[in-house]
C-alpha cells in the first residue's frame, strides 16, 4: 500500500517565479481569518511555511512569551524562511522540516495549528487535518486556508487563460492534489472529525497597474520555468510550446489596463474541545 505522503507531488516546486508569489503573503493578506484567535504567549505550529513570510508575522503577533515552529516538506526553502525571520529581529520562531501527514511532535504540543494553500497539495488532507488536530491543545485551533482554481476568474476572458486553468487543474490532479480544494476544507474538517467548524471566504484580487503586472508576470514565468512546466510536460498534458503561448497569454493579459483577477478562497476554524 502507498503512503499518503508519496501520493502527491508539490505541483509548483520553489522556483524564483513561485516563491516570488509566496514572500508576496503576509498574516494580514493571507490569514486574516485567524488574527483574533492570536495573543501573546501562545504557541503556534505554521504547516507549509514556505519562505517564511506569515510564519514571521505569526511570530510577532504571539510574542513576548509565545513561540512560532514554521515546517515545511522542502529543506531548501527553509533557508529563506530562518533568512526572513533573523531579518526581522525574531528570536521566537523555529523551522523544521516535516510532513503533514506524520507530524514529528507530541499530542498536544500547539494552541494553534496553521496551514496556508497546503491541504490542496498534499495526498491525503483529511488525513493531515486530523494529524493537526492531534498536536493541537484542547482548546485551542486548527486553521487552514486554500485557493480554488476552480472558481479562479478574471477579465477579459481571453481563451488561453481557460486553457491554463484547465490544464493546471489536470496536472494538480495528476500530482495527487485538489487543486479546488477552497469548496472542500468544510467537508475534509467534518469527515476529519471536528464538529466545531467556522467555514469563511475570502479573496485576492488584482487590478491595478503594479498588481496586474506582478501577478501575470509569475504566472508567465511560473507556466515555462517552474517545476510545475516539467510536470505538466513529462505528464504528457501539453508541450513546450503550448507552454509557451499560454505564458504570452498571461502577459497580454497583465497589459491590459481593464485587466482584473480574482483569486477565492475557502477558510476553516477548527475548534479542538
Known amino acids: 500500500m502507498t503512503h499518503a505522503r508519496e501520493t502527491a507531488v508539490y505541483t ?3 522556483h524564483e517565479s513561485v516563491l516570488r508569489s509566496h514572500s508576496w503573503r503576509t498574516a494580514a493578506n493571507s490569514a486574516a481569518y485567524l488574527l483574533d484567535e492570536l495573543r501573546p504567549g501562545l504557541d503556534v505550529l505554521d ?9 514571521a508575522d505569526l511570530a510577532a503577533l504571539v510574542g513576548p512569551g509565545g513561540r512560532v515552529t514554521g515546517v515545511d516538506a522542502a529543506e531548501d526553502v527553509l533557508a529563506k524562511a530562518r533568512a526572513t525571520a533573523d531579518g526581522r529581529g525574531l528570536e521566537n520562531v ?10 514529528d511532535f507530541p499530542d498536544d504540543s500547539f494552541d494553534v495549528v496553521h496551514a496556508h494553500q497546503v491541504l490542496q497539495h498534499v495526498g491525503d488532507p483529511v488525513r493531515a487535518l486530523r494529524e493537526m488536530r492531534r498536536v493541537c491543545r484542547p482548546g485551542g485551533v486548527v486553521a487552514a486556508r486554500d485557493s480554488d482554481y ?9 481563451p488561453v487563460l481557460d486553457g491554463w486553468q484547465e490544464l493546471y487543474r489536470r496536472v494538480a490532479r495528476a500530482n495527487g492534489g485538489e487543486p479546488d480544494a477552497g469548496r472542500r476544507l468544510f467537508a475534509w474538517a467534518r469527515e476529519a472529525g471536528f464538529t466545531d467548524v467556522t467555514a469563511s471566504a475570502a479573496a485576492w484580487c488584482f487590478a491595478a497597474p503594479d498588481e496586474r503586472a506582478w501577478w501575470s508576470g509569475l504566472w508567465a514565468d511560473r507556466t515555462v520555468a517552474s517545476s510545475y512546466a516539467g510536470l505538466a510536460v513529462e505528464g504528457g498534458h501539453t508541450t513546450r510550446a503550448a507552454l509557451e503561448e499560454i505564458a504570452a497569454g498571461w502577459r497580454a493579459w497583465g497589459e491590459r489596463e481593464d485587466a482584473w483577477f480574482m483569486v477565492p478562497h475557502g477558510e476553516i476554524l477548527c475548534r479542538v474541545p
Do not use: Q, R, S
Open 12 to 14: 509548483h516546486g520553489h
Open 47 to 55: 504547516i507549509g511555511c514556505g519562505p517564511g513570510t506569515i510564519t
Open 94 to 103: 523555529e523551522f523544521a522540516v516535516a510532513d503533514v501527514h506524520a507530524l
Open 150 to 158: 476552480g472558481a479562479f476568474t478574471w477579465y477579459p476572458e481571453l
